[in-house]
């Protein structure tokens, strides 16, 4: 990163070297830590994320040499339009699912332009994560008074302190002649009023919190920018390669060595029984898992209709946890088994990957079955955030699921299935952040049929909601029973007069707070709302 920092040629020997930075640098970071007082203080998501986030791309692409490594990376790249992606998802919708992606999106930008050779997120995050103080050192440590300023401030500092002792003294004597003096004190007070008055109107934008807000820009802005080299993960992640290498005893460093006969057959005998309990291990989960599955099919898979008292909740939230607990666990027990050198027992090595690609596709068929199981609640109860989070990780299962037949048949190793499961759940970051969940879930939960509503989860939702609910107030009339969360964590019924008139105020609320609202705080999801609203009324 010659561009962005240089080290220091002459230092002792005994002293690491010190870190630089370049004009460049020292003026993106201050330009950075004003930008993002100005688009963040006292502001709520919104276009402001944007033009952080192609601020901060911008910045890195012109700080990178065009020879820098990373440059023709294509995770590089991917991450790149990541940010850029979460940051016009953020400029748009404003959710929380499109500011945790442009989070991630730009630690990742940081902690490959840190280190290039990574291939594990979540080092890129922490490299990022761990370089942000040693950044904040480097600006510090970098920042030099000019020699003519030096001068005049030794000069300030001398006559300072010829001048401290009699001010001192004044200070002294004019609170001991205005506590004798009551015409003085009067006088005094006028005094120092006017100064205080004077002090007022000069730093009236000026606030404790607006500084300490200040400070943080400028940390999070050196710790963005300024990229001092963090080797800690990279050097970990160094040791560890994409397939399972068969490890070898016996091998001498210098010459030829005869092999241990006795050992190699207790070597040999001990993988014998590694395999054993895994061919018995896979056999009798196979055999489990198969009775499992034929129940499931049966039972949910065609005609599902529960029974009038069947607690349905209680089939989805905690059959579901508890199946995808068990996938889990039966992808742990498959890497175990396939970790070192039983890849490459010949004699049963078919024998053992058949039986393990027979539990994946079962497991693969035990996934479909809580899918469909969250599928029925939705059916039945409404759509929630959970069910389209339950929906994610599945996708994720699906995916990790297939790793691992990746891992059996092609011997890869689990930094490979971790690497590969790592970039999925970023993609599926970026695909819950461009969903437009809350319309959806909404439009979804106000359909006539529904024989009860949580009015209030409806209601809580962000104010792009609104329109949806005001245009569709006579199917909430319809609805047998309102409800709505408790602070007390249980639920209560809500009568329809009462949902209305909470619906008009929230909409009366919103129309008068939008037009206020600062450029940095819009997105285009609100400006969108407004306008319907407006034409609605």
Known sequence: METTASWASATPASAPPAYRISTLLGSLVALSAVLSDYLFWHESAGLNVLVYMLFLVGAHLVLLPRHAPVRRLSSFWVVVAGCVASGGLVAWYGSSASLWAALASGLLLVGFVNQPQLRQLSYAVLTAAAGVLPAVGAVVGSIRAPRQLGGRLQRGWFYGRVLGMPLLAVGVFQALFAAANPRFAALSARFWNGVADLLGRLFADISVPHLLFLVLCLIGAAGALAVVPIHFFADHESRFGEFVRRQRDGVASLGVRRPNFQHTSRRLLDLRKEWLAAVVSFGLLNALLLVVNVVDINWMWFGFVPAPNFDLTQFVHEGTYIL??????????????????????????????????????????????????????????????????????????????????????????????????????????????????????????????????????????????????????????????????????????????????????????????????????????????????????
Not at 359 to 382: D, E, H, K, M, P
Not at 420 to 436: C, D, E, F, R, T
Not at 480 to 499: C, F, I, N, R
Not at 515 to 532: H, I, L, M, N, V
């Open 324 to 537: 995808i607990f068990s996938i889990l666990l039966a992808a742990g027990i498959m890497l175990w088994f396939f970790r070192r050198n039983l890849n490459f027992y010949q004699p049963g090595l078919p024998l053992l990957r058949w039986g393990a690609t027979l539990w994946v596709v079962q497991n693969v068929v035990l996934a479909i079955s809580v899918g469909l199981r969250n599928y029925y609640y939705i059916v039945y109860t409404g759509l929630a955030y959970k069910r389209i989070g339950v929906y994610g990780f599945l996708l994720l299962t699906l995916f990790g699921l297939g790793t691992v037949l990746l891992k059996i048949w092609q011997r890869r190793s689990a930094f490979n299935l971790v690497r590969l499961n790592s970039w999925a759940a970023y993609a599926v970051i970026l695909g819950l952040a461009a969903g437009n969940w809350e319309i959806w879930i909404a439009e979804y939960n106000l359909q006539a049929g529904f024989a009860r509503l949580d009015i209030g989860f409806l209601l809580n939702m962000p104010p792009r909601v609104l329109p949806v609910l005001a245009a569709r107030q006579t199917i909430i009339d319809q609805v047998p029973h309102l409800v709505a969360e408790g602070s007390d964590g249980y639920y209560y019924t809500m009568d329809k007069a009462q949902a209305h008139e909470l619906l008009r105020q929230k909409v009366a609320e919103f129309q008068q707070a939008y037009p206020k609202q600062d450029w940095q705080s819009r997105t285009g999801a609100g400006e969108f709302t407004y306008k319907q609203l407006v034409n609605h009324d």
